[in-house]
Structures are given as C-alpha cells and as structure tokens.
C-alpha cells in the first residue's frame, strides 16, 4: 500500500473541517448515469447483507437491467434546472451552516459536502479539508437515526480513505441524534407552520425510510430510533395517539421490511375514511427521490385511489433556519474544546 498527505504546512493557518455527508444522488437522470449511480450503492456490503457471489450475479444479471431505466424515469420528475434535489438542497445547508459557524466560532471552520456514493464523492471531501489544513474533522452524516447501512457505511468509506493517508487528523463522528432537541424543535415547527397555511388533518403519518427487518433482528437500533424521534415530535406537538402513526417505506424484494408498510397503511387509511393526511418524513433532512416523488406522488395516489380526499407532504427541513440552528447546534456541541 502507499501512503500519501504529508503533514499539514505550518504555513498555511490551521482549520477545523466539518464534513457533511449525505447518501448520493446521479449525476444526472440517464438511464447510464442511473444505473452507475445504483451499482455502487447496491454493490455496499452494508446495504445489501447477501453473500457476495450470490448478490454479484442477482445484481448484475437482473437488477441493473431493469432497476435504472424505472429509476431514471422517477429521476426525471424531481430533476431541476439546478441539477438533484438532494444535491442542490445538501448545498444549501452545507453553505447555511458555514455562514453561521462564522458568524459563531473564534476559530475557523471550512465545512464541505461530500456524498456517500456519486459526487461529490467522501475522498474528494477530505482532500479538500486536508488541503485547507483541516488538523481536526468533524463528520456529520445527514441521517438523524443510526443504521449500519448509512451511518457505519459512511464510517467504512471514511476509514478507507484515511489508511492511505500518511498524515492524519484529529477525527470525531457523530453517529446519531434522533432525539436532538434542536432537531425536533426544528421538526415540530415546520409541522405547525405547514398547518397554519394548510389546515388540520386528520392524522399526521411519520414515515421513515425502511431497512429489512432481519437487520433489526440482528441488532441494528435503527427502528427504535425512528420510533424515538415520532415519540418526541407526536409529544412536542401534544398529538393523541390516534392522531398520529410511524410507518416505513420504500422495501424492495420479497423479504419482510420494518413494518407498518407507508403505502398500505394509506390504503387502510383512504378505505376506512380517514378524509384529510398530512405526512412528514422526518428521516430525510433534505428532500430528495424517496420524499418528493415516493411520498409527494405515489403514495399519494394510493391514498387517493383508496377514497381518501385531502393528502399533503410537508417538506424535510431542508435549509430551513431552524434546521441550521439544529445542525450547528450539533456541531458545536461535539467541537473539541480548548482550555
């Protein structure tokens, strides 16, 4: 193996780096850029706990030959004129909090945005902090609640890239705040505000992405967390427990996922009359595929098709100033402290 990153130069003014990491997004919504986008993620042992020969030749003789023209097509109707939602809003707040941490910190700070899978990439990121001399990094998944399969596989490529470096910096992670009390507060004010313009609703459905449930199974803490942030935003917004649920979304293939299921508990809801939904995704900080178009769209239809009459998605916190003030609250909490 060879090493490379010599030592910081002193000559350059020593920095804090703050990376913010998110999962990815296409380059673009091609089927081929799509599909490339996809291999990697599917290709994660993190995500995809199937014995590797096995998935190498599910992956690649079924999936990547159906999966990414269906994708690109969903790609396309989020797609901007500034590129990925994801991408675009993850920037928003990459900038956002950097102008606050100025306005805030006695010592600089650089802080940059770099993606789990697709650009920007993680090791571009850490290059960037290294030339800046970043002497100490800060990692900041955007995934509120802890799970191996992005959490810890955000840990693995950071690992990666680190032994390799001849030089390395001070590093500390922050894994998880699902009860954050600047986070809910965030998650409870965009919810009244959205109420406010829109109306009451019936129930509010909390829907988090899903993982399968043989991943909890084997101790992943990811569904409890979930369950824990719904149980403090139901709480701070003094909701009834009729008022509200948790469901998860977005399974794929046959196995069983976290349940209750998104989209059949909106089905059971529009039958049994449940007249006016209002459904927030408090998992995904930035919008993206599986909120605008997933939740925005399909589910909605669903709910409608089953005889329900009002659906509304409220939107993730994106760069909301509450948001920002969550996430630097975060920062500067876990920032190493001088004497």
Known sequence: MRFHGPAPDNRTPPCTGILITNLGTPDSPSVTDVRRYLKAFL???RVVEIPRLVWW???????????????????????TDQGSPLLVISR?????????LDERLDSPAKVVLAMRYGSPSIEDGLETLRQANAQRILVLPLY?????????????????ILRRWRWLPELRFINRYPDDPGYIHALAESVQQFTQTEGECDRLLLSFHGIP????????????????????????LALKPEQWAITFQSRV????????????TLK???????????VICPGF??????????IGEENREYYLAAGGQTYRYIPALNDRPTHIDALTGLVTKHLWRHP
């Open 268 to 278: 059971q809801w529009g039958a049994k009359g449940v007249k006016r939904v209002h």
């Open 43 to 45: 290709s994660d042992p």
């Open 253 to 264: 293939g046959r196995q069983a996922w976290l349940k209750p299921y998104t989209d059949e």
């Open 92 to 100: 928003a707040i990459t900038d956002a909090l950097q102008q606050r």
């Open 213 to 236: 449930q043989s991943y909890a199974d084997q101790g992943d803490p990811y569904a409890d967390e979930c369950r824990l942030t719904a149980e403090r935003l139901a709480a701070a």
């Open 144 to 160: 509120p609640q802890y799970s191996a399969t992005t959490t810890a596989s955000t840990f693995d490529e950071i690992s990666r």
């Open 57 to 79: 030749l599910i992956l690649n003789g079924v999936i990547l030959r159906i999966r990414p023209k269906r994708s690109a097509e969903a790609y396309r109707k989020v797609w």
């Open 285 to 294: 900080p930035a919008d993206c595929l599986e909120t605008l178009e997933e």
